[in-house]
């Protein structure tokens, strides 16, 4: 179920030109996503200061209840896991929402329409593929790139990582801002007094190092040890060492080194550790190391400089660009470095207290009101942005039509109601006897038409395409109407997303009178899925006119498959672009020729497959002999479709092969 929480008690009088931001918290699990949380929780929580902002926090059910709702502040949205992406579109859409910003890595849903923007913290996966597993690296490779190349900016935690992400995906470097982090509002108020309370609740030695980190490879806790190790040996000093972070993350190489060098009565691993309780764990220590390989940010380096803490820490990727001047560095992969930093500062009084004023200096570079700011800035730049740069190219609306009378009206009424502000309405008629003419004189200017004989349907959408002025194409058949905001849509998301050529949305099936009968089975675009069905109801698709140009228009030698082979060709060189937005509704009754010519679909089906794809699925094959056989499934019936599929396929014999191997193993799965 999804609840969505928008009461006039909850949002009492919100401004009308508020910025609306939905904010996609759906990946945040409470306590297992690391710094990560803290960058989302705090950003919220200072940004409600704003009299302008209005967040929608799209959560799910683990997190739900973790997010407080401020009146005309913050509205809370549960998603259901089933069906997540239409949810998300759907809200959007009814939310009418400014902004959707994705936080957590990556852009999603991947085709909104309005501006996004994306958190991508850093790009360890680069630098470090072996920290990774191969599911992780391909997700990561292939929803950064789609981010960065999709949301309008992208932000990140440093400008070591600003400069990876200009580099790595080649984007414009005023496409990528840096916005640093804080440490959480809970150290800025002085906790020493409880103290004694905290010694005794998680067991604390008097004198420790602290290194606060989840037990993730790249924190590098295996050297750390090693470099423990050299401290008591080499230099005989029993060193107590205080770790935090998930005891199930902990990884068994670390938990033999410690068996093995006998150091358990010195390494103190605490796990989660309250928020409330931390500063004071950072405050009891007499130092705080931090040899990790890679940070985006770093923000327990911020911690420590607010708890006046003497750094030790790694000269890796940004950690020099976060602690400034404030700590002494070392090389994360040498122990015996390790060691003899740590001692250098725990010896050496004066060390630290020049690294203590020093960190009291650089921490107050950092601030989550500055965050804030930054942040919504970046939001309002992109709103600026597009209204400074927001047209509305020319759309031409082409409608072939022969004696469609009773439905015509309607269809032209669909087209002149759409809110869009710039269609050319071109309706080409083969001659009709019936009203059509008279309807068509009613509308005076507001269509441009003609009556002529023509060669049927696609003849008449290829008229209609040379004297279209548009650079967007849609083709709304003289029984078909399309939804309200149809072409908004369709503009919207080519706009957005160039590359596409097509892009086609939900449509419905309706009666000869209107009425509803069923959701048409459209799909997210695949193209080899395409051969085995045609999921884009013709109504709902609008294509560029220069590709629908170089394709050569329709091929008007067919007559009742002509939108299903125009996806195929175009579907070979350019990219369709899925919307789930209701864009159109398909009439369907007797005489339709669908419907009335259903043997005559199929087999003209069957050859345009075979023209462009070099094969047909059997499904089709299927539904011939299913026609001529009038339903009825005899042995014959088999016989005929694996016959008719063979000889079909007679010149392809590869394709035979791997349809049969690929049934096989799809049966022999379902018997597993």
Partial sequence: MNILNLTRDNLNFMEINSMKIGVNLLDLYPGKIGGMEQYVRNLILYSCSNNDIIFYLFLNQENYHSFVEHPNKICKVRIDPKNREIQLYS??????????????LHLDPKYVMIPSVVTIPDMQHELYPEFFSQEILEWRSKNYEFSVKNADRILTLSNYSKE?????????????????????????????KNSEIIVKKYGLPDEYIFYP????????????????????????????????????????????????????????????????????????????????????????????????????????TSIPEVVGDAAEFINPENADDIAEKILLVLDNPEIQKDLVEKGKIQSKKFSWKITSDKTLNVFKEILMKREETQSFPLVSVITPSYNQGKFIKE??????????????????????????????????????????????????????????????????NSDDTYAPNAITHAVHALQKFPESAVVYGESSYISEHGEFIERYPTEVFNYQRLSEWCFICQPSAFIRRDVLMEVGGLNKNLQLCMDYDLWMRIGKKYDFMYLPFMMANSRIYDQNKTLSRKGEVHQEIISTLYKNYGYVPINWIYGLMDYHMKGKHSIWFYIMV?????????KNPYFLFMHVYSNMKHQLKSFI
């Fill in 213 to 316: 980190a989840n037990f993730w490879k790249h924190k590098n806790h295996i050297k750390l040890i090693q470099a423990l190790v050299i401290i008591h040996k080499k230099f005989r000093r029993k060193i107590h060492l205080v770790l935090t972070g998930q005891k199930k993350k902990l990884d068994h190489e670390i938990i033999r080194l410690i068996k093995k060098e006998r150091l358990s009565r010195y390494i103190h691993i605490l796990g989660y550790i309250d928020q409330s309780d931390i500063q004071a764990v950072y405050e009891r220590s007499n130092l705080v190391i931090f040899p990790s390989l890679f940070e985006g940010f770093g923000i327990p380096l911020v911690e420590a400089m607010i708890c006046n803490r003497p750094i030790v820490c790694s000269d890796r």
């Fill in 164 to 192: 990876m992400i200009i580099n790595r995906f080649n984007v414009s470097p005023k496409k990528v801002d840096a916005i640093y982090l804080d440490a959480d509002a809970s150290f800025q108020s002085n906790t020493l």
């Fill in 411 to 476: 269809t032209i009424e669909s087209v002149l109601s759409q809110d869009y502000p710039n269609v050319e309405y071109i309706v080409i008629d083969g001659g009709s006897t019936d009203e059509t003419v008279q309807i068509l004189q009613s509308y005076g200017s507001q269509i441009t038409w003609i009556s002529e004989k023509d060669e049927g349907q696609a003849d008449a959408v290829n008229k209609g395409l040379k004297i279209a002025k548009g650079e967007i194409i849609g083709w709304l």
């Fill in 91 to 104: 809200h959007i859409e009814k939310l009418n929402l400014d902004i959707w910003f994705c936080p957590l």
């Fill in 642 to 650: 694996f016959w008719n599929f063979l000889y079909l396929h007679r």
